[in-house]
């Protein structure tokens, strides 16, 4: 009733109707005609009844009615159906500035950002010094994963995080089964790797979290770091990597050091690995 309450006649390209309205928005059965469904089923749409309604219908009400994309997942819960993915509010999509200074004021810590479907967007120079994450390699994080030999002589336990890293992906893609970008990485990622295929028919599923990751770097040595995915609600084609130093063996100093200008210097980049 408040969204209904919002529309103008003139908005929704109806004629005002002059003196005779008594109130600014549109009358129930106006949104019923635009929305092509009944007067007294509109009616107990929004009076709560327990009717029947499908994702076309409540789409129609949607448009009409002028939601935003959060707006119309809201309807669908209220309705009780699966809600359809949350798109970026044209107001949100220069958030990737923002988004930007987070993984920068996350230095000297590796953090990368990547897009729904594991494409790296942007990340700090620690997760290059670090991660070896650099323009050479598939800007894919899933493909990188198992195709960069740098970053995989750095990994002490590949291996083992692999199996969590394809069970994460497939956790992605339960999310969107008929999309065609994830089916897109995954035919590289077989392409690209026996390995990724021998894990991804296993059909294991583990939500994005946390992972422990032990890396050798080259110059300052074993690192350990727990990283972490996180997700913006107002970004949901984001998602953004955290690699947070655990006490082991001086992580944080190490890294302190090795992102220092003394630190840069005694790199050369890319490392050999």
């Given at each position: 009733m408040?969204?209904?309450?919002?529309?103008?006649?003139?908005?929704?390209?109806l004629?005002?109707?002059?003196?005779?309205?008594?109130?600014?928005?549109?009358?129930?059965?106006?949104?019923?005609?635009?929305?092509?469904?009944?007067v007294?089923?509109?009616?107990?749409?929004?009076?709560?009844?327990?009717?029947?309604?499908?994702?076309?219908?409540?789409?129609?009400?949607?448009?009409?009615?002028?939601?935003?994309?959060?707006?119309?997942?809201?309807?669908?819960?209220?309705?009780g159906?699966?809600?359809?993915?949350?798109?970026?509010?044209?107001?949100?999509?220069?958030?990737?500035?923002?988004l930007?200074?987070?993984?920068?004021?996350?230095?000297?810590?590796?953090?990368?950002?990547?897009?729904v479907?594991?494409n790296?967007?942007?990340?700090?120079?620690a997760?290059?010094?670090?991660?070896?994450?650099?323009?050479?390699?598939?800007?894919?994080?899933?493909?990188?994963?198992?195709t960069d030999?740098?970053?995989?002589?750095?990994?002490?336990h590949?291996?083992?995080?692999?199996?969590?890293?394809?069970?994460?992906?497939?956790?992605?893609?339960?999310?969107?089964?008929?999309?065609?970008?994830?089916?897109?990485?995954?035919?590289?990622?077989k392409?690209?790797?026996?390995?990724?295929?021998a894990?991804?028919?296993?059909?294991?599923?583990?939500?994005?979290?946390?992972?422990?990751k032990e890396?050798?770097?080259?110059?300052?040595?074993a690192?350990?770091?727990?990283?972490?995915?996180l997700?913006?609600?107002?970004?949901?084609?984001?998602?953004i990597?955290?690699?947070?130093?655990?006490p082991?063996?001086?992580?944080?100093?190490?890294?302190?050091?090795?992102?220092?200008?003394?630190?840069?210097?005694?790199?050369l980049?890319?490392?050999?690995?």
């Amino acid at each position: 009733m408040s969204r209904r309450a919002r529309i103008t006649p003139a908005v929704a390209g109806l004629p005002d109707g002059g003196a005779r309205r008594r109130t600014p928005g549109l009358r129930r059965e106006e949104v019923a005609v635009l929305a092509g469904v009944g007067v007294s089923w509109y009616q107990w749409l929004e009076q709560g009844r327990d009717i029947t309604v499908s994702p076309q219908v409540l789409d129609a009400v949607a448009r009409v009615l002028r939601l935003t994309s959060a707006e119309r997942r809201h309807l669908y819960v209220l309705a009780g159906l699966n809600p359809p993915v949350l798109e970026v509010a044209a107001a949100d999509r220069d958030m990737c500035h923002g988004l930007k200074r987070l993984i920068d004021a996350w230095m000297p810590f590796p953090a990368h950002i990547m897009d729904v479907y594991w494409n790296t967007v942007m990340y700090n120079d620690a997760a290059a010094l670090v991660l070896g994450m650099r323009p050479e390699i598939v800007q894919n994080c899933l493909i990188a994963f198992f195709t960069d030999p740098l970053y995989r002589a750095r990994s002490k336990h590949w291996e083992e995080v692999a199996c969590h890293v394809v069970a994460q992906f497939r956790a992605a893609c339960s999310e969107c089964p008929d999309d065609e970008g994830f089916r897109s990485v995954v035919e590289e990622a077989k392409e690209a790797s026996p390995e990724f295929t021998a894990l991804w028919e296993r059909r294991d599923i583990r939500p994005g979290g946390l992972l422990r990751k032990e890396i050798e770097h080259p110059v300052v040595g074993a690192l350990f770091f727990e990283s972490t995915q996180l997700r913006v609600p107002a970004r949901p084609d984001l998602g953004i990597v955290l690699h947070t130093p655990l006490p082991e063996a001086g992580t944080a100093e190490k890294l302190d050091w090795l992102t220092s200008p003394e630190g840069r210097r005694g790199v050369l980049y890319p490392l050999a690995g």
